[in-house]
C-alpha cells in the first residue's frame, strides 16, 4: 500500500472490488465477468463511476450488471482475552 493510498483511506476511501457482467461482442448471447478493485469512497464511489464511463465510451462490451463490495482496511485493533489452562498432575 503506498502513502497515497493510507492518505485515501483517512479521508474515507475504502478497498472496492466491482465485479461487472458484460455481454460478450462476439457471442452476445453470453455473459462474461471482469473484476475490477480500487480504493473509493462510498456511496457515490466516484472512481468506479469513471471507470464505468470509461468502459462505455471506449468498450464494445455491452454491461449487464455491476456488483460491488466495500470493506474498510482501517479499523480499530480487536483484542480478545483468552483463559489458558494447563493440566496439573
Known amino acids: 500500500m503506498s502513502e497515497s ?3 485515501a483511506q483517512l479521508r474515507g476511501a475504502r478497498l472496492t472490488t466491482a465485479e461487472i457482467l458484460y455481454y460478450r461482442p462476439d ?3 453470453l455473459l462474461q465477468s471482469f473484476c475490477w478493485q480500487t480504493q473509493d469512497i462510498a456511496p457515490d464511489f466516484p472512481r468506479l463511476q469513471q471507470f464505468l464511463d470509461h468502459w462505455r465510451r471506449e468498450i464494445e ?3 449487464h450488471s455491476v456488483r460491488i463490495a466495500h470493506a ?5 485493533a480487536e483484542w480478545r482475552g483468552a483463559v ?4 496439573l498432575h
Open 61 to 63: 462490451a455491452v454491461i
Open 72 to 76: 474498510g482496511l482501517i479499523k480499530p
Open 84 to 87: 489458558l489452562m494447563e493440566r
Open 5 to 7: 493510498d493510507f492518505a
Open 27 to 29: 457471442f452476445p448471447s
